[in-house]
């Protein structure tokens, strides 16, 4: 039986070069604990100008045609890290029609061109994409192999690094959302143009994948309810911390009786849940299980190795499929699963005058569309301009169609100003 | 290729019934899942008599005699589910030996046995132990497989939910040591005869497992420190909580220059650590590494139905690697590592006469030997008889060896009454 495996890595850049780097100084490691021989034959980028900080790389290696790569017949493994959804969509699909394994660690493609992908790709069988979902963290691989056995019925991850980077920086330091935003950006943890990660479209991105795997239901990234952090101030964080809550932003997936519940919102977690905990850049994804129970995976999200970490356990697996040839482990897909109508508890903070009769007209109108409510906060905590004062409302189950028919009325009042900050419950 | 794979389960009790009700419910969604058809071909046990609580199982498949499932050419997968190191070592053996593939949950037998075990069982080939740690959670499957290019630097696990919840309860609930173990006796979360749990020999069996698989050393259970947690008093944990720890039963291996360090007792973690959050029954292994940085993974390590998924799930990789016939994912064992001298830094409480002197003795002895003193806690919160009070030191870095010493001169001054209690820090 043939032991070596040739490899091809499209996309030299933060993860790529990670990838090279394992590749190249751990082969024989690799040799040792696997009994396969993972040989590095290509490494493909425009541009090889720039040093990546990982020392020389042979220069035979070097190719910059990706399309080299992926028609090579010795080229077992394409590892696509080129990011994007438009080139890296034509190599990964190139690739698996020549009859490659394709491991990719693309959140982006993998979430928004899944028809397209899967018609050709089957996960755990020729497409491995661990790396696309929380890092280092062996999510996928816990979904399909370790719970091999289990009905799923809930997934609730904080996987988006950026977003509770800012969320525990604001809280643990004191700052409103600018600053810490402002802060990440200067430690790298953001971007320049943060809004992919603070707007949680990646966080859709990754929920659309996690539920494709736990529950073979694919939902686009654009038909999830996705609501980012960008209107959370410091008062929300420290009125849910003496309600004995953290405000973190929450990838959720669910099956309920009513369809699929899948969304991403900022939500209040009981403080003393394992999730309320992870603080900093780390990601956490907890598992609601029928056969395994409850479960946490907790890790580093992002970053050259980390990353690289769990693109090189994909490759070890790409290969060992592909020398064994057997049966891939299936997931059968729906792509068009029902989606479940929201109910929620609502944490609801409105900036109102201060003055008698404005708790009687919001309560009014949250009492017409059956909003009940379980407690009301009011403190002189943040005076603000114009007499101004922070109204905290948090409300028993309730549905969102009610909810922000109820929030447009609130909001047309005289008495309130400003447009209501409202952030979903989650009593994990 | 062939699909079908033939199991049989021996050993049919909490566990066992776990499995064979799994293996029967479930071999469809399996067989869709994996590709594989599963098949239950026997379930073997002394005394079928009583009810098992997974209602009725074919008679046909009932067999009492573990040679006839172990010498049937037909079964590929023996489940070894019986328990101790005797008859389940011989059930072990000789499945190997007549080529079968094994998968136990038995971590007693795996880590006291695992010389003679390990000479022609391979871990991942045709040996399969995720279950013997940390019940539902996938700790061998992600050191060995998600962390295959990782060097492990270390490895801190709260392993054993019968400790973890009696500490917890004592905290939460304010319970002396006796009260809480009796509590988790009533509860079925600890057993009758609670040693092998609550003196830290079960989490020593855990240890060793995980460091034959993270490190490829194996020590002995008998050759590693093992302190349990029946000397901690309530009066410790409430102590530990005003400095910022908590208090946790960790089972602990890390590579240092000098050596494994290797060893499990009680520590104390600060307050804001994952770890710290982990309560009642629950397990966590958190894990440093030194490309996928550090990882947490928490859920249930015990019960009917955490621990049979972990088990299937092994069913499942046992059965792939048999069909697929490739190479196992190899571990280099050194069966006589060297182990390292343990420096710590230590919470002391003594139980001292309130006179004046007192402090200087003590401190003398530490002083002699080399110990220094971070801190000092006096105060009367709980005068005892004999007017006794509690003195709490915390000390920097020093050497075990010395520190026995130093707690042995000091054991015998006058002012001293009780043992003193020590508890080492781990500031993760």
Redesign the interface.
Known sequence: ?R?RVNVGVIGFGTIGAGVVR?LLS?RS??K?????DIRLKYICDKDFSYDRGIGKVPQELQVKDWKKVVVDPEVDVVVELVGGTKIAGEIVLTALRQGKSVVTANKALLSERAKEILSIGIPGKNLFF?ASVCG???VV??IR??????KIKGLYGIVNGTCNYILSSMFESSLEFKVALEQAQHLGYAEKDPILDIEGIDSSHKISILSMLAFGKYVHPDKILTEGISRIELIDLLFAADMGYRVKLLAIAQEEKEGLDIRVHPALIPE?H?LS???GVFN?LYLR?D??????????GA?R??T???V??DI??AA?ER??????????LNFSPKVAEIESRYYIRFTVVDRPGVLAKISGILGKHCISISSVHQTERAKGRNNTVPLILLTHEASEKEMSQAIKEISELDVVKRTPVLIRIMDL
């Open positions: 039986m032991r394992i751990r490691m690799l040792q604990k696997t009994g396969l661990e280092a963290i062996p691989k816990t192999e370790a719970l091999v056995t289990n003393e394992m905990n992870i603080s956490g299980t056969t395994a129970g409850d479960m946490l995976l907790y890790g580093r970053g190795f980390p690289a970490s769990a090189v356990s070890v697996d060992r020398i064994s040839g057997i049966a891939g482990r299936e997931v059968e």
